[in-house]
């Protein structure tokens, strides 16, 4: 059985590495082991904060003063996501406690001062945001607060919100799918992807989408074989969803497989013969295995569909076959 010195330390690593779930979870267990040190409930709190999710912060620090209301830092930290959670007067508070303690700390006198520096006008639309965002214990209401944060890309207030719902549902699929877009869009892809099978584990709906979700964070982290098998799972579980088919393609190019690929373009036209793009991105593939004529055939296809960016290969293509 691990110590808890060692699970201690072991989140600390965690943390540094920028590893904040897998430091929750070590920091999780110090507390069940020894849920008298505050110390490890400050940690996880700066975990939470890290991850945006403000208000499992403020409760770990609150917890952490509980146990220890003569550590300083314990407050500063506290305060620093009550800002970011709207909550300036509170965290004005935490603040001027801290430095009763440490007075000549340099940070701790900053951040009073931007609080203090705030217009009126500030305060009274930040404190009706912060009521918005914490005193509604719905979690539809919390939900659709994220979202509204989301459509004005706030994404670290909206991750909040959504923690907010998820924290009073635990099995909020929708809830853990936006917070998992939020994450996705802020490159937080680790966390990204947990919340993404969180929602697919709460309900099967949401699955497919997932699935796509995930290969789309593996094509950005240039792990295809992942992509691959993400999408693929996807298209197994959805095989009439069209753009699935299109992402794969995209993948197979990746992994340089242009029959593949041509495979799933081809797909992706039987069930939607609409987007011009793709005729014009199947041509390109045509053209570098130098099957020309289909190849020309997909751009007039594009060109048609009114994807004008197809002209130029036709006339590339023209040129190149005229000098052959």
Known sequence: MQTYDLIFGKGVEQFEKNNFVEAIECFTKCIQLNP?????????GLSNYMLYRYSES???????????PINPMFYFNRGLAKKESLLFDQALKDFEIAKTMMPDNQD??????SLQKKERGEEISSSFLSKMTHDAEDPEIAFNQGELFMNNKKFKAAINCFSNAIEYKNNFAK???????????????????LDFQKAANCDYYFTSYAKDQIAQIYIEL??????????????????????FYLHRGIVKLKLKDQFGAIDDLTQ???????????FSLRGKIYEALKNYEKSMIDYAKALSLGYTQAEESI??????????
């Open 108 to 113: 701790i006198f900053k951040e009073i001062q």
């Open 58 to 68: 403020i409760n770990d620090f609150d917890k952490a003063i509980d146990i220890n």
């Open 315 to 324: 006339r590339n293509l023209t040129q190149k076959l005229q000098n052959k």
């Open 222 to 243: 240039a792990d295809f074989d992942l992509a691959l098998r993400n999408i693929s799972e996807a298209i197994d579980i959805n095989p009439q969803n069209s753009i």
């Open 175 to 193: 809830a853990f799918l936006q917070r998992a877009k939020c994450y996705k869009e802020l490159k937080y892809y680790k966390e990204a992807i």
């Open 268 to 278: 992706y036209i039987n069930i939607d013969q609409t987007n011009g793009r793709v």
């Open 36 to 44: 008298t040190n505050g110390e490890a409930y400050s940690n996880r």
